[in-house]
């Protein structure tokens, strides 16, 4: 089932995903997130920390899986995933850093680490909630435009509008990594809830197709259509073309 809620402004959408993490949190003793990065998410990661500074959230039990990371970026590196997460978001909680988990970018074997990947979300029950953003191309995670569905946790190549998309971030697009390791989409579809976010008029013909169009690998996100429990918060520009 597709809930889609519209809001006026990204700020309130971006609060109301807060409020459905939230729920999720308070109402399981040992809670499992799966969370994304990106521009689109910061807003609703902000407010999780204000709900934590404010003394009514805690996220001591939880345990969080990311969809995705650069190949050849570690940790450290100020555009790798999980810097970005440790900055955004698990260093101003009282998260146990060691239960938060992002894919490996920088194994000697990709393949295994992969696998790994997907053993261990399958190991601790699979995801409460699992977030998303959406590309312009309508990849999720970074489960590009393809001719199928990739089930497993992968090496994928990114394509050049996402490149284009993520130049912004780097020095410049020769920078920008050629390849990521992403959740593939058995793992996004096994999750008990999801939440997709999107922004934007850039994002509205992708909200489009994903929404009304076929159930199409060359739009990955058109894939939800299946899950029995998503939850599409949109502002208004990311709506226009519904």
Same mark, same amino acid.
């Given at each position: ?100 988990? !992002? $894919?490996?970018? =920088?194994?000697?074997? %990709? ?6 990947? /997907? &053993? ?98 060359? !739009? $990955?996100?058109? =894939?939800?259509?299946? %899950? ?6 949109? /502002? &208004? ?6």
């Amino acid at each position: 089932m597709m809930d889609v809620r519209i809001f006026k402004s990204a700020q309130e959408a971006a609060q109301a995903g807060a409020n459905l993490i939230e729920e999720v949190v308070l109402g399981k003793d040992q809670p499992i997130l799966g969370l994304a990065t990106g521009s689109t998410p910061i807003p609703m990661y902000q407010a999780l920390i204000q709900k934590y500074e404010a003394g009514t959230l805690s996220f001591k039990n939880v345990r969080t899986f990311n969809l995705d990371e650069y190949i050849g970026l570690d940790g450290a590196h100020d555009q790798s995933y999980r810097y970005f997460m440790n900055t955004q978001l698990f260093d101003h909680l009282d998260i146990d850093h060691a239960n938060t988990h !992002v $894919p490996s970018g =920088i194994g000697a074997d %990709h393949a295994a680490d992969a696998k790994a990947y /997907d &053993e261990a979300i399958e190991a601790a029950g699979g995801t409460d909630i699992q977030v998303l953003g959406i590309g312009n191309n309508g990849h999720i995670g970074f489960n590009e435009p393809a001719e199928v569905f990739i089930k497993g946790t992968h090496i994928v190549d990114l394509t050049d509008s996402t490149i284009d998309a993520n130049t912004r971030f780097f020095a410049s697009r020769d920078e920008v990594p050629r390849q990521a390791i992403t959740m593939g989409m058995g793992a996004i579809m096994s999750a008990r809830k999801v939440l997709l976010l999107a922004f934007g008029p850039a994002k509205a013909q992708a909200i489009r197709d994903t929404l009304c169009g076929d159930i199409d690998p060359r !739009v $990955p996100a058109s =894939i939800l259509q299946l %899950h029995p429990n998503v939850v599409v918060l949109l /502002d &208004e520009d990311a709506a226009s073309l519904l």
